[in-house]
């Protein structure tokens, strides 16, 4: 029974992570994305420009940096 009433709820704390478009801090302004675009309009909501770093660690995505329009 128990199995029962705690399956609704560990339906609603796993919709409750991150979602899936939203760029996520690394380290040091290093961000991870799921995609390149995801990326690109992340740092263009910012008014910067997406320079990527390469794949995320198990390929969960990509690392990437903003940077200002006048460069660094």
Same mark, same amino acid.
């Given at each position: 029974?128990? %199995?029962?009433?705690? %399956?609704?709820? #560990? ?16 380290? !040091?302004?290093? %961000? ?5 675009? !995801? ?8 008014? #910067? ?6 794949? #995320? ?16």
């Amino acid at each position: 029974m128990k %199995l029962l009433t705690s %399956l609704p709820l #560990a339906f609603v704390l796993a919709g409750c992570g991150i979602p899936p478009n939203q760029a996520v801090p690394v380290r !040091d302004g290093v %961000l991870r994305a799921p995609t390149y675009a !995801d990326a690109i309009a992340h740092c263009e909501r910012a008014g #910067a420009t997406a320079t990527m770093l390469g794949k #995320a660690p198990a390929e969960s995505g990509v690392l990437f940096r903003c940077e200002a329009a006048g460069g660094r």
